[in-house]
């Protein structure tokens, strides 16, 4: 029998739905001993606290950490607040667990991912998609050998136009909240997973801005990436495709070529239909955002999951209790680390560069050249 570890002290940092989601799995996960959250908007944090049964809660992330109970921190705050909190949490020497992406900005991935190295502590990222049965079984092929020497990956994924509208609504930072730096790194942390033991050597890329050039972003971005092993990776990303789409968030669809065998991946949820003369929700509607009356929706398309007969089911229930398995019980789990989620954003911001550029660029960049 495994030897089991210290009772968790859970801290969850950002209390909006995905911080809501892993808190209510940690109430319910028999390792946790403890929880408080935390949440600068003081209603977010109550009313989770209530619903999580937690022990504590505050708008102060200092305050939470510095508890002598706390010994591993969820941040699930918005995509451009993750610096802080994590920094603040590594004084303390607690294992992390940070939503994608690592930072908006190369110095401050940098910043984190060598503060984590030095502080020592174990320190994995939120890529959710990692944690599905399907894409675990390709992975356990490829490792295997049975498809021989993958040659080249052709990878697209497409969002309903709903999440750009959310995410750029919250950011601060227009130029760095595209559409591969915030939703593509999934798919480039899948491609790159399954491509395991390669490292991009070149990146060419162009984008279009049709829809969200206005707002300082993109809508679409193709890349074309040459690994150093001579294999490439086509990688077609857009989080533009209108808000009648019916996927309601994530969609990809991912070919494997290998010398001796194929791999093909089709995940657009199409094969799960609803249409109702009702119209159905966003999918994942936040406040800020007016939800488009849809009438016909890919059930099981939210990459996370969803509430179902009085339980949260999914993908992010198998990530979370995972990540507690990985602290408890001294698992080894498929989480994405800091490292390779520091090097996934890199490459998305190379990408973004070459697009905005129009040149192929040699890899790895110089921290620098991000800023010429
Ligand atoms: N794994 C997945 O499938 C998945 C899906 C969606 C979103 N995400 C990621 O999860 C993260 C959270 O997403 P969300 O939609 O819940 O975001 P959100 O903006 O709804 O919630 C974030 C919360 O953090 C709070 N916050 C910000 N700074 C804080 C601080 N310093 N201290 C305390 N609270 C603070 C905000 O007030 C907000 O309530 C993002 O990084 C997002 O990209 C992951």
């Known amino acids: 029998m495994a030897v089991r570890g210290q009772e968790i002290g859970l801290a969850v940092i950002g209390c909006g739905p995905i911080g809501r ?41 200092a305050e939470l950490l510095a508890r002598p109970e706390v010994n591993a921190v ?19 020497g607690h294992r992390l667990f940070i939503e ?21 502590v174990d320190a994995v990222m939120g890529y959710t998609q990692r944690f599905r049965r399907r894409f675990l079984t390709v992975k356990e092929r490829l490792v295997q050998g049975q498809i021989g020497d993958v040659t080249a990956v052709c990878a697209r994924a497409m969002l309903n136009r709903t999440i750009a509208e959310m995410c750029l609504s919250r950011a601060n930072q227009h130029d760095t909240t595209t ?19 390669r490292s991009p050597v070149s990146v060419y890329a ?31 990303h857009s989080w533009a495709a209108p808000h009648v789409w019916p996927g309601a968030v994530y969609g990809m669809q991912v070919g494997i070529i290998g010398d001796r065998g194929v791999i093909d991946i089709e995940d657009m949820h199409r094969d799960l239909v609803l249409a109702s003369e009702i119209p159905q929700g966003a999918g994942y509607k936040k406040d800020n955002v007016e939800a488009f009356p849809r009438h016909v929706d890919f059930l099981t398309s939210i990459p996370f999951g ?12 198998e990530e979370t209790n995972s990540w507690f398995q990985r602290l408890y019980m001294g698992q080894e789990t498929p989480h994405t680390t800091t490292r390779e989620g520091h090097l996934n954003l890199l490459l998305c911001m190379a990408i973004d560069l070459s697009a905005k550029r129009g040149d192929k660029l040699v890899l790895p960049l110089e921290t620098d ?3 010429r």
């Open 21 to 61: 989601i892993r808190a209510e799995l940690a109430r319910d996960y028999p390792g946790v001993g403890w929880l408080g959250v935390c949440d600068i908007h003081e209603d977010l944090a109550t009313e989770l606290a209530r619903d999580a049964h937690a022990d504590f809660s505050t708008t102060d992330a």
């Open 74 to 92: 969820i941040i699930a705050t918005q995509e451009s607040a993750h610096v802080g909190p994590v920094m603040q949490a590594l004084e303390y």
């Open 100 to 120: 994608k992406p690592l930072a908006v900005d190369v110095r401050d991935s940098e910043k984190v991912a060598k503060a984590i190295e030095r502080a020592g």
């Open 179 to 197: 559409p591969v730096v915030i939703s593509g790194t999934h798919i480039l942390d899948m491609c790159l997973w399954l491509m395991e033991g």
């Open 206 to 236: 162009h984008s279009t801005d049709h829809i969200f050039g206005s707002a300082g972003s993109k809508d679409s971005t193709f890349a074309i990436i040459e690994m150093d092993d001579g294999s490439m990776l086509s990688l077609n």
């Open 306 to 317: 969803e509430n179902a007969v009085g339980q949260f089911w999914g993908p992010v229930r």
């Open 369 to 371: 050249d991000f800023y």
